[in-house]
């Protein structure tokens, strides 16, 4: 019997791989991105202190009557712009981008392009 390949454990483990060379301080922290089937989630993390910083998710009241009726690249694009508001708010001007073992294509792409043009520098 053929075994059906899990592509979410071979991304788990490219995500691991990225994790050795990334690592966010408090001068520049990490923008973390995990995304579901149907959502998308975004954080702020400061690995020194291994605390959460900012974060921003499709789930949230604000930002779900905001991307009610968008497709999921529009509504990943408005998470990026909504999480880059809060960092400059926090006082947070540059980061380190995780993709999350994602491929840079698609939501997570239009996250990173909604953060910077938000103005969130990576």
Do not use: C, W
């Not at 529009?74 to 708010?89: C, I, W, Y």
Request: proline content about 1%; hydrophobic content about 40%.
């Amino acid at each position: 019997m053929i075994s059906k390949i899990d592509k979410n454990e071979i991304r788990k483990a490219r995500h691991n791989r990225m994790r050795f060379k990334l690592n966010g301080t408090a001068e520049m922290p990490r923008l973390n991105v995990y995304r579901s089937l149907s959502n998308i989630y975004a954080q702020i993390i400061d690995d020194t202190k291994g605390v959460t910083l900012v974060s921003a998710n499709t789930l949230e009241k604000e930002v779900a009557a905001k991307v009610s009726g968008m497709n999921k690249v529009s509504a990943s694009k408005e998470v990026g712009k909504t999480v880059a508001e809060r960092a400059l708010a926090a006082g947070i001007k540059s980061v380190v981008f995780d993709r999350g073992g994602y491929k840079y294509t698609g939501r997570i792409a239009a996250l990173a392009d909604g953060a910077r043009e938000a103005g969130l520098e990576f």
